[in-house]
C-alpha cells in the first residue's frame, strides 16, 4: 500500500513554502508600490505647488496689464481734458474781453454753460482755492502778497482755475498766497 500521508504532509510542504515564497514576493512588491505611491505623491505635490506659484504669477500679470491700460487711458484722458480745458479757458477769456467793452455775451455763456455740462459729465471738477489754505498737491503759487490781516499761505487770488478729474489733479490752480511780513533778500 502507498503511503499517500507522506505525499500530502509534503504537498502540503512544499505549498507552505511556495506560500511564504510567494507572500514574500508579495510583501516586496506592496513595499516597492508603497515607495511608488510616495514618490508620485510628492511629485504631485510639487506640480500642485507648481500649478499655484503659475495661477498667482498669471493673477499678478493680470492686474498689472489692468493698471497700464488704465494708466495708458487716463493719460490718454488727461491729456484730451487738459486741451479742451485751455479751449474753455480762451472762451472765458473772451466772454469777460466783451463784457467789459459791454457787448452782449449771450452766445459765449451758452457756450461756456454747454462746456460746463461736459466736464461735469465726465467728472471734471474744479478746485475751489480762493480764501484756501495753499496746498502744494492742488496749487501752484506764482506770487506773493504782504498782508498782516490773513494767515500765512491763504490764498488771496486765484489766476487760473484748477481741475480734478475723478480723484485726480489734472491742472493745479495757479495761485498768489498771503504771508504776514515778506522779508526781503539782499
Do not use: C, W
Not at 455740462?117 to 495753499?134: K, M
Amino acid at each position: 500500500m502507498v503511503d499517500l500521508s507522506e505525499n500530502e504532509n509534503g504537498a502540503e510542504e512544499e505549498g507552505k513554502s511556495v506560500q511564504k515564497e510567494d507572500l514574500g514576493s508579495l510583501e516586496e512588491i506592496i513595499s516597492e508600490l508603497r515607495k511608488d505611491l510616495e514618490t508620485e505623491k510628492a511629485k504631485s505635490s510639487a506640480q500642485e505647488k507648481k500649478i499655484q506659484y503659475l495661477l498667482a504669477d498669471f493673477e499678478n500679470l493680470k492686474k498689472r496689464a489692468e493698471l497700464d491700460v488704465q494708466g495708458r487711458v487716463d493719460s490718454i484722458t488727461d491729456g484730451m481734458i487738459l486741451k479742451f480745458l485751455s479751449l474753455y479757458d480762451d472762451f472765458a477769456r473772451a466772454r469777460d474781453a466783451l463784457s467789459k467793452q459791454n457787448v452782449n455775451t449771450d452766445g459765449l455763456d451758452a457756450i461756456l454753460k454747454n462746456m460746463d455740462s461736459f466736464l461735469t459729465e465726465y467728472g471734471v471738477r474744479p478746485i475751489d482755492a480762493l480764501g484756501e489754505v495753499f496746498d502744494p498737491t492742488r496749487h501752484e503759487a506764482i506770487s506773493v502778497r504782504a498782508d498782516p490781516a490773513l494767515d500765512d499761505d491763504t490764498i488771496t487770488a486765484e489766476l487760473r482755475k484748477g481741475y480734478i478729474l475723478k480723484d485726480r489733479i489734472i491742472r493745479p490752480s495757479l495761485v498768489e498766497i498771503s504771508k504776514k511780513q515778506i522779508e526781503e533778500m539782499n
